[in-house]
């Protein structure tokens, strides 16, 4: 009763999507025909598997469906075949018969009542069933072939109860198989009567091709509207969850992200893209140098390009190419040094800077001071003042101890990294004495270096 609940909402369900729809005519094929070819085996007074012997004839059919909805079709078809059986207590056996079916069926998709999560699929199961009318005629013999009774040509109802399948090949031709019970209403149908039977029925399983009538892409037994309505829902679940989840919890709904799986605490634009205040190509949080000059070549941790490796960037460079270890200026220019030896010559070498309160040297620091140790390598006789310097936010001692702990860690990197000789350094500090930036506590918080032969 359940069961038959369900198909009838569904059915109704179906009608009125299509008639809200604007008729399915409009959007889908609802017209198709096809044929079958298959055996026919009697299971009545006579009985095609035998005791004695098999009459499994063939048997042939064609057939024209209309759809009315997803659910529901109605189908004409015709068929034709012979009939053959036999039954040992009877005596009798029928060899030479014919059929000539002519029925109307309802066709249930199956696949197509209820929700299955899928808005497409390419099989189909469905049940038959209606009424018709059927013309046969037979002749049956005594197993010695004798004694010959002719049924002469009868016009009978008929009740046809299947089950098929269907798979969609393409959107225009279908594959089915099927199996078929033919109730016959009269007790002639094989020729032999019986008062065991007042009814006879014969099978009739084949395969067939369908071709779909129409010039739309679908044809609508290949739909489920209640798939098509589940699936619009997830969509609509899944676009609302876009506007309101963050995945990357960036303050960017992942509708809009176009960026949606940067690092936490990544800082970004409205669109969800990390930010680039310099605009040259790396991203803040991986950008060692985040604010250099636009429109300058950097490398890919965002520091401005040194290609002759001077500690001068390429876009103040005046000697772009000046031989590796060469001494220079602030603006890239060589610097030769005094020949009588033991005057200071004033000269560029490139800063090291810290964070507060730290004398780490820091991954940021480290081009610059291979500069410094290619420069020194350079220059076997250079020795170099390396000066701490503080921001003037501490105490004073403290600042002169922390600068000295700066310079400290400068020389103790160009020692254990490039294997420099500890008497070609001279540390000292100046704390916060000299504010080379005033405001800017960042570029104050260094170590500076002082040439000498």
Same mark, same amino acid.
């Given at each position: 009763?359940?069961?038959? #609940?369900?198909?009838?909402? /569904? ?28 055996? &026919? ?48 207590? *009877? ?11 002519? !029925? ?6 199956? /696949? !197509? #009542?209820?929700?299955?999560?899928? =808005? ?13 009318? &059927? ?21 009978? *109802?008929?009740?046809? *109860? ?7 090949? !393409? ?8 199996? /078929? ?51 619009? #829902? ?9 506007? $309101?989840?963050? $995945? ?9 992200? =176009? ?115 290619? #420069? ?16 003037? /936010? ?9 600068? =000295? ?19 070609? +350094? ?9 504010? +080379?930036? =005033? ?15």
């Amino acid at each position: 009763m359940k069961k038959t #609940i369900i198909l009838l909402c /569904t059915l109704f369900a179906t009608t009125t999507f299509a008639q809200r729809g604007g008729g399915l005519s409009s959007k889908y094929n609802t017209l198709s025909g096809g044929v079958s070819l298959g055996n &026919i085996y009697v299971d009545s007074d006579l009985k095609s598997f035998g005791e004695t012997n098999n009459y499994i004839k063939f048997g042939f059919g064609a057939f024209v469906t209309k759809q009315f909805n997803s659910v529901f079709g109605l189908q004409a078809e015709v068929l034709y075949g012979q009939i053959g059986g036999e039954r040992v207590v *009877l005596n009798r056996q029928v060899d030479e018969g014919r059929l000539i079916s002519t !029925n109307l069926s309802g066709l249930i998709y199956l /696949t !197509n #009542i209820g929700v299955t999560g899928n =808005k497409s699929h390419d099989f189909n199961l469905y049940l038959k069933f209606g009424f018709g009318l &059927i013309n046969f005629e037979s002749t049956t013999t005594n197993f010695s072939g004798n004694n010959p009774q002719i049924q002469p040509s009868t016009v009978e *109802l008929e009740i046809p *109860l299947g089950i098929g399948a269907r798979y969609r090949f !393409n959107e225009r031709f279908d594959f089915e198989a099927a199996v /078929t019970m033919h109730s016959v209403f009269g007790d002639g149908f094989d020729g032999a009567n019986s008062t065991a039977s007042e009814s006879d029925k014969f099978f009739y399983s084949s395969l067939g091709v369908v071709y779909k009538f129409g010039k739309k892409s679908k044809s609508i037994e290949w739909t489920n509207p209640l798939d098509d309505m589940h699936s619009d #829902i997830k969509k609509v679940r899944a676009d609302f969850d876009g506007i $309101t989840n963050d $995945t990357d919890g960036d303050g960017v709904a992942d509708l809009m992200d =176009k960026e949606p799986d940067t690092k936490e605490g990544t800082v970004v634009d409205g669109s969800g893209r990390a930010l680039d205040v310099d605009a040259d190509g790396v991203p803040d949080y991986q950008d060692v140098d985040p604010y250099t000059p636009r429109g300058v070549a950097v490398d890919n941790t965002g520091r401005e390009k040194d290609t002759d490796k001077d500690g001068v960037p390429d876009s103040k460079d005046l000697e772009p190419e000046t031989t590796v270890g060469s001494l220079v200026n602030f603006e890239g220019r060589t610097i030769k040094l005094n020949s009588g030896g033991g005057a200071p010559v004033e000269s560029y070498l490139p800063s090291i800077f810290f964070r507060i309160s730290s004398a780490s040297v820091d991954f940021s620091n480290f081009q610059r001071l291979s500069t410094v140790a290619m #420069i020194m390598n350079a220059n076997p006789n250079l020795k170099l003042r390396v000066i701490g310097f503080t921001d003037a /936010t501490g105490p004073e001692e403290f600042n002169l101890n922390l600068g =000295k702990s700066r310079a400290g860690s400068v020389v103790r990197h160009l020692i254990d990294v490039y294997g420099i000789d500890e008497s070609r +350094f001279i540390v000292e500090t100046r704390g916060e004495e000299d504010q +080379f930036a =005033k405001g800017v506590n960042s570029l104050n918080r260094r170590v500076d270096f002082k040439v000498f032969k």
